[in-house]
């Protein structure tokens, strides 16, 4: 069986604060077929790490590691590999995500209002400019 995961199971098997949602989250990922995480989901998932429970970039960037690199986890690596840069330069993975999607679509450059955003994108070697 193929199932597409919430951001909810994906955040309960990380974060384990209902021990039965937990382990029903935890066995579905372990005992599907495949499991396709989209990306949108693994933006939500970084967000909701980091705003509400206030993990570090570097420990939300390894649980979306242990994701991408289970067996049964079908996902856009190359997007989420570009958010994964993002968050390891002290970035938001979503970010690196809208960036990497824009280029896949033949934009040339990332606008936005947020300083950091381009400034990492530029260091990466990304064409980014910032509005004012």
């Not at 396709?36 to 590691?65: H, N, Q, T």
């Not at 968050?87 to 679509?105: I, K, N």
Request: charged letters at 20%.
């Amino acid at each position: 069986m193929i199932v597409a995961a919430d951001t909810n199971v994906l955040i309960r098997a990380v974060i384990e604060d209902n021990a039965t949602q937990a382990r029903a989250a935890m066995h579905l990922l372990s005992h599907a077929d495949s499991v396709a995480i989209s990306l949108p989901c693994f933006c939500e998932f970084a967000w909701v790490l980091g705003r509400v429970y206030k993990m570090a970039k570097l420990d939300i960037a390894a649980a979306i590691e242990t994701y991408i690199q289970a067996h049964n986890v079908i996902a856009n690596r190359p997007a989420v590999e570009a958010g994964l840069a993002m968050l390891y330069e002290g970035g938001d993975f979503a970010d690196g995500v809208l960036s990497f999607e824009g280029r896949q679509s033949g934009a040339a450059t990332f606008v936005s209002f947020d300083k950091d955003a381009v400034r990492l994108l530029k260091k990466q070697g990304h064409s980014a400019r910032l509005l004012s």
